[in-house]
């Protein structure tokens, strides 16, 4: 049995994507010869909770470091409502939030960072260890791996389930000394770590341009893909009346649905759409998203689902008439949502509303789906939707390469080698 101290700030009750892709890893590592013991950050104010991914876990123990970063004294403060999203931050204008986020050196996390080097040395104390992996972001949990790995002499591996100082289209850092303070740790963790994991081809090529190609020899790709046992014996949400669009998810940065709800009003106008049509928004939305809605000329067509557990969501999912995807096209060439794995498993329509040349589009073609729009396009939106009604789509395939089962299994495989 290998042991690995298991970093991540995001981990159930917590739930999400970020949430979802550890507690996944996980239980897969743990079915491969690893137990993991799991350092993660204590209570927080988070718009996504999903206790249920508890007991689908794999950890040998979870060990939850206090943290003062903003989320976290938010939750401390006692002005959250117990069980619900804060309404303080859901209206809090983007510009504001984003504003918090820049005034912090790395990431507006990094007041997990002393605590989370704390707990470390504990675990570390306690128990030996093959392998230290840390799951980013925030990205500011690698300067606490990068010492626990440096002062124990334990191989350090990263997972990038997004872009660092590389995300092209959302300026995190702010100001020269900020970004080039990420950019030297950026490049310090990637020479440092024995292994490099990527949610994305299109990441891990990125990183081999800006820091050097030698970094590809200790890369590995691993997809966030989708969970086959979630789907065993799962049976789709009682169908809505009419034709439904359905998006999971939170809508966030430069990403925005404004377009979509301009290409169904022209629809409508022309009495193009179906009778009983209806947009189904299933998450927690911000301030920004709630005003598009107000201001779409079809509010009366868009329902706002709060945010469910996950197998709920997937019963919603495999329920929709069509499912949509929203990417912006100054988004980087890797971005790639990992709803669009759970999509492809559902065999729904999907309304990608997606960079033509990025690798969302490319995975979305290659498996059938040919539906492909840009998000900032109203008429190439309406063109899209008026295929989809109907019915010109192409025979679709399920990648099963692509299940987390699958995926995880190729990170073991190299862990077992490195290790």
């Known amino acids: 049995m290998k042991h690995i101290l298991y970093i991540s700030y995001f981990y159930p009750p917590l739930g999400g994507p970020a949430a979802l892709r550890n507690v996944k890893t996980v239980k897969y590592l743990s079915q491969h010869g690893f137990e993991c013991s799991v350092v993660t950050v204590g209570d927080i104010e988070y718009l996504y909770r999903d206790p249920q991914l508890l007991s689908q876990s794999g950890e ?29 931050y859901l209206k809090t204008p983007e510009r504001l939030k984003l504003a918090v986020r820049r005034a912090h050196p790395i990431d507006d996390k990094i007041g997990w960072v002393p605590k989370l080097i704390k707990a470390g040395r504990a675990a570390l104390k306690e128990q030996k260890y093959d392998l230290i992996h840390v799951s980013l972001g925030p990205f500011s949990s690698s300067l606490g791996a990068h010492t626990l790995s440096r002062e124990s002499g334990i191989p350090l591996s990263v997972d990038y389930r997004d872009y660092w100082t590389l995300l092209s289209d959302y300026k995190l850092q702010s100001g020269v000394f900020n970004r080039a303070f990420s950019r030297h740790w950026e490049k310090r963790i990637l020479s440092h770590a024995s292994l490099i994991v990527t949610a994305t081809d299109g990441i891990g090529e990125d990183l081999a341009q800006a820091f050097g190609g030698e970094l590809r020899e200790k890369m590995l790709t691993v997809f966030n893909g989708w969970d086959e046992a979630d789907f065993e014996d799962l049976a789709p949400a009682e169908k809505a009346p009419g034709f439904t669009f359905s998006y999971f998810g939170n809508i966030y940065a430069r990403r925005s649905l404004k377009h979509f709800y301009a290409a169904l009003k022209s629809l409508r106008e022309e009495g193009a759409l179906p009778q009983g049509t209806r947009v189904r928004l299933h998450g927690h939305f911000f301030r920004e998203a709630t005003q598009e809605i107000e201001h779409s000329g079809v509010a009366d067509l868009i329902e706002v689902v709060p ?6 969501a997937l ?22 949502t990992s709803k669009v794995f759970e999509y492809l498993r559902t065999q729904r329509p999907i309304l990608a509303m997606v960079p033509h040349f990025g690798e969302a589009a490319k995975l979305l073609q290659d498996n059938g789906h040919e539906l492909i729009c840009a998000m900032e396009s109203t008429d190439s939106i309406r063109r899209a939707i008026l295929q989809l009604l109907k019915q010109e789509t192409e025979a679709v395939k399920i990648p099963w390469e692509l299940q987390r089962k699958e995926q995880v299994a190729k990170l073991a495989q190299r862990l077992h080698s490195l290790i």
């Not at 040998?60 to 303080?88: C, F, N, Q, V, Y």
């Not at 945010?307 to 709920?312: F, I, M, N, P």
């Open 315 to 336: 019963a919603q999912m495999l329920a929709a008439d069509a499912l949509l995807l929203v990417i912006n096209s100054s988004s980087p060439r890797g971005t790639l």
């Open 60 to 88: 040998s123990r979870i060990i939850r470091a206090e943290s003062l970063d903003p989320m976290a004294l938010l939750k401390k403060s006692g002005a959250t409502s117990a069980g619900k999203p804060s309404s303080l």
């Open 307 to 312: 945010q469910l557990e996950h197998k709920d």
